[in-house]
């Protein structure tokens, strides 16, 4: 499907669906659950995961003069009007650093759920490193191949426009794939680009200390989000129990309390399994987000709660946003 039939495919699902949604609004109220990843400033962000401080104070200001915010782990059973529940994944030292300050400055509540894997290494997450290497790198050799267990695939680097297309092709490999592969792969790019590994500082997860910080809020819940932030639908059985319960083991170790909520990698319904709910479920977890639109209502799934993602959006585009969040 081209991009844009699938665009035109949407917008008449959206003629459809957003009158039903309105009336079962109206007979239900919603809770609207909104995912962000970062609040800080970047000189690139391809992955448009952060917020810079200023729209994100504004958006925060916008929520709590509009509407009830709620807890994640809360029963949403009972609520009387529209609400709203403000979330983050991965584990950014940012968010400690720059969402905390304004979501306590504005009173706002938020759950943070948390990849344990880099936390306290002052590790970056993969993707940065890739993003360094592929896009950054002033002098790169003319192609890359990756050799893989299963296939061979290779990307020019001569033009901008190739770069772009060798990130985002290698990206999505990536995200294919489990965290021994990943390594492999990371290590044949290094290899290949001469550089060594290393991690720029604003890319980097939280030190435990600032996760202790930051759990240490009245304002903060958290979550876990696996240990290697995987592509759970690409484990097996085996492998995806080790990663839901190591991650909240871990997060239980440093932070003395029990965790109850957790957060799909990536998060769309083909990222997980109905094997990786029951997981959950027998993990102890009491709820898990997802990350696909939609609104959650006295019968969603408690296993997959819909949430919608925040761009860097300006305060006039992000109530503009919110406002077709009701009914997508």
């Not at 290494?121 to 790198?137: A, M």
């Amino acid at each position: 499907m081209t991009e844009l039939a699938g665009n035109i495919l949407g917008s008449a699902r959206q003629l459809v669906c957003a009158p039903v949604n309105r009336l079962i609004n109206r007979i239900d109220p919603p809770v609207v659950i909104l995912l962000y990843h970062r609040v800080t400033t970047l000189p690139s962000d391809p992955e448009m995961l952060a917020v810079t401080p200023g729209n994100f104070r504004e958006q925060m200001l916008h929520l709590k003069d509009t509407f009830p915010i709620v807890r994640f782990e809360e029963d949403w059973s009972k609520i009387s009007k529209p609400a709203v529940c403000v979330t983050f994944d991965d584990g950014y030292a940012d968010n400690a650093l720059e969402a905390l300050p304004i979501l306590e400055e504005v009173e706002v509540p938020a759950t943070f759920f948390i990849s344990t894997g880099t936390i306290g290494s002052r590790s970056e997450f993969w993707w940065h490193e890739v993003e360094r290497i592929i896009l950054e790198k002033q002098s790169l050799p003319p192609l890359f191949t990756l050799e893989a267990d299963s296939f061979e695939r290779s990307w020019s680097t001569g033009l901008p426009e190739d770069r772009q297309e060798f990130y985002q092709g290698l990206v999505r490999h990536m995200n294919d794939a489990d965290a021994e592969h990943r390594t492999d792969w990371l290590v044949q790019l290094r290899r290949w680009a001469q550089t060594n590994e290393e991690a720029a500082d604003r890319h980097r997860a939280m030190t435990v200390d600032e996760l202790r910080l930051l759990a240490g809020s009245s304002r903060v819940t958290i979550g876990a989000h696996t240990v290697t932030h995987t592509r759970l639908s690409s484990l097996s059985p085996a492998v995806q129990r080790e990663e839901i319960s190591a991650s909240k083991r871990e997060l239980e170790a440093w932070l003395g309390r029990e965790i109850a909520i957790f957060s799909y990698p990536f998060g769309r319904r083909s990222d997980y399994t109905q094997e990786s709910i029951a997981l959950c479920r027998q993990a102890g977890f009491s709820k898990a987000a997802a990350n696909f639109p939609g609104q959650a209502h006295r019968w969603t799934d408690p296993y997959q709660i819909p949430r919608h993602l925040v761009r860097n959006w300006p305060l006039e585009i992000f109530t503009g946003k919110l406002r077709g969040f009701w009914t997508r």
